[in-house]
């Protein structure tokens, strides 16, 4: 859990504003070099990492680890997800 705050901060999304801490959903955005963001989700249950493109989750759908453990997002998640997604494209154009 603690790795993922100073991407968080990076990204402008640590003010957690209207989130339950307990849902804290533990994943990681990868763009590949066209900016298309893949969501990468730890599982808590196994560890293993599920990685799926940000364009093809859809909130509240289910979506599973190979071990069977719940990694669905819900919609203010994949919103989460997304204006990671966008903080890292505006990071990466300034260079
Ligand atoms: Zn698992």
Same mark, same amino acid.
Not at 44 to 69: F, M, N, V, Y
């Given at each position: 859990?603690?790795?993922?705050?100073?991407?968080?901060?990076?990204?402008?999304?640590?003010?957690?504003?209207?989130?339950?801490?307990?849902?804290?959903?533990?994943? #990681?955005?990868?763009? #590949?070099?066209?900016?298309?963001?893949?969501?990468?989700?730890?599982?808590?249950?196994?560890?293993?990492?599920?990685?799926?493109?940000?364009?093809?989750?859809?909130? #509240?759908?289910?979506?599973?680890?190979?071990?069977?453990? #719940?990694?669905?997002?819900?919609?203010?998640?994949?919103?989460?997800?997304?204006?990671?997604?966008?903080?890292?494209?505006?990071?990466?154009?300034?260079?």
């Amino acid at each position: 859990m603690k790795r993922f705050l100073p991407f968080l901060c990076l990204a402008g999304l640590c003010s957690n504003k209207g989130e339950t801490p307990m849902k804290q959903q533990r994943f #990681d955005i990868d763009l #590949d070099k066209h900016y298309n963001a893949t969501v990468v989700i730890a599982c808590e249950e196994c560890g293993r990492e599920t990685r799926q493109h940000l364009k093809s989750i859809i909130p #509240d759908t289910p979506l599973t680890c190979r071990c069977g453990a #719940d990694l669905s997002m819900g919609r203010s998640e994949v919103q989460r997800a997304e204006q990671k997604a966008n903080a890292i494209r505006q990071s990466y154009r300034v260079h």
